[in-house]
């Protein structure tokens, strides 16, 4: 079982930055993608960007592609999401998540095995 925290979260004006954090700990689980994903609002939750722990390959939606910054550093078992040039819209419920190997884009909530609880990020103008 995995146990994934966030931590990071909080209030910001727009323009600002917040770098967000997921402590991964726990045995027999898998990292080999890691995901930020959030949820508005009334709004469902979507994928934010994600890294495949093995490659370093990252992925990004385009409403964050060139202002978000996905990273691990493996050895602490930590993922960052560093988010600057904050809008209104990334108002949201922030989570990590993680996955093992499989099949589906890094997108799909049906990719991960284990999911944090939350962190909230609000941005004000």
Known sequence: QAQLVESGGGSVQAG?????????????????VMGWFRQAPGKERGGVAAVYTASGGTYYSDSVRG??????DNAKKTMYLQMNSLKLEDTAMYYCA??????????????????????????SS
């Open 16 to 32: 600002g930055s917040l770098r967000l954090s997921c402590v991964t700990s726990g045995s027999g689980y898998s990292t080999y």
């Open 67 to 72: 202002r978000f910054t996905i990273s691990r």
């Open 98 to 123: 993680a996955g093992g190997p499989g099949f589906g884009t890094w997108n799909l909530e049906k990719r991960y095995d284990y999911w944090g609880q939350g962190t909230q990020v609000t941005v």
